[in-house]
């Protein structure tokens, strides 16, 4: 599995696979990372793809968002569906991430 | 009284088996008039157990054996998981969210969101998770 990305006015885009779980969570939170430390620290992940995340994925979003504040940057949410929204609420990760219904919104938010 | 039962063998690299659960044993939960949503939840509850047998249970080795049963009676949606693996340590976590900045410590919260009853045994080397979830009020 090899994490979509591209950069846009110095923005690491990320998109994540459709199913995000125990099983490639580590391959995934290793390329997080890498691209992060690589680039400016201003990421948007899109979830557009991903319609099955466990709570090993919520652990790469989680550890992408530490390691790009860690760079002084942040690390933007966009086109999330339904249902991950609501594993956002219920384990109340929506409080800790900006979660932007579109990836442009996102991109756009960092200025 | 439905019934669907599911095995395979554990590998950590591999999500075949996520595609058991949601074929065969969402059946039941889709019978019974759970929603989209709600199914999601069941769906991600019991992939979360599993998750747990495979790490903890297994300690991530591959080839060993998990079973599932779904039974949906008039009143319940009840899934049954059995493995060979180390006991569970007692008492079962409450499922209390974790911090928000914790990189794991999720799984029971998500487990117990969707199924209310959960109770384990374990009998001659076997764990036995019984997760139980009240059928929807019809409209």
């Known amino acids: ?111 | 009284m439905q019934r669907v039962d599911i095995a395979f063998s554990t590998d950590p690299d591999d999500m075949a088996w996520h595609g058991l659960i949601e074929t065969r044993l969402m059946l039941l939960a889709r019978a019974a008039g759970f929603d989209e949503l709600e199914i999601f939840g069941l769906q991600l509850a019991l992939v979360e157990a599993v998750n747990n047998i495979i790490e903890h249970a297994y300690d991530l080795q591959p080839d060993q054996p998990v079973a599932i049963s779904g039974e949906c009676s008039a009143t319940e949606l009840l899934y049954q998981l059995r493995d060979h693996g180390r006991p569970m340590p007692l008492p079962l976590p409450s499922g209390e969210p974790a911090a928000t900045d914790a990189a794991g410590g999720r799984g029971w919260q998500i487990i117990r969101a969707s199924f209310p009853g959960v109770a384990y045994a374990r009998h001659d080397g076997v764990n036995l998770l019984t997760l139980r979830r009240p059928l929807p009020a019809p409209d």
């Open chain 1, 1 to 111: 599995m090899t994490l979509k990305h591209r950069q846009e006015n110095g923005i690491d885009v990320v998109t994540l696979p459709q199913r995000l779980v125990m099983a490639n969570a580590g391959d995934a939170r290793a390329q997080l990372k890498e691209i992060i430390q690589s680039g400016s620290g201003r990421v948007v992940v899109n979830l557009a793809e991903t319609s099955f995340m466990d709570s090993s994925g919520l652990a790469v979003v989680v550890a992408g968002l530490q390691t790009a504040r860690k760079l002084d940057g942040d690390l933007y949410l966009a086109q999330m569906s339904d249902s991950i929204r609501a594993l956002f609420e219920l384990t109340r990760l929506h409080t800790v991430f900006q979660i932007f219904d579109d990836e442009t919104a996102a991109v756009r938010a960092f200025g």
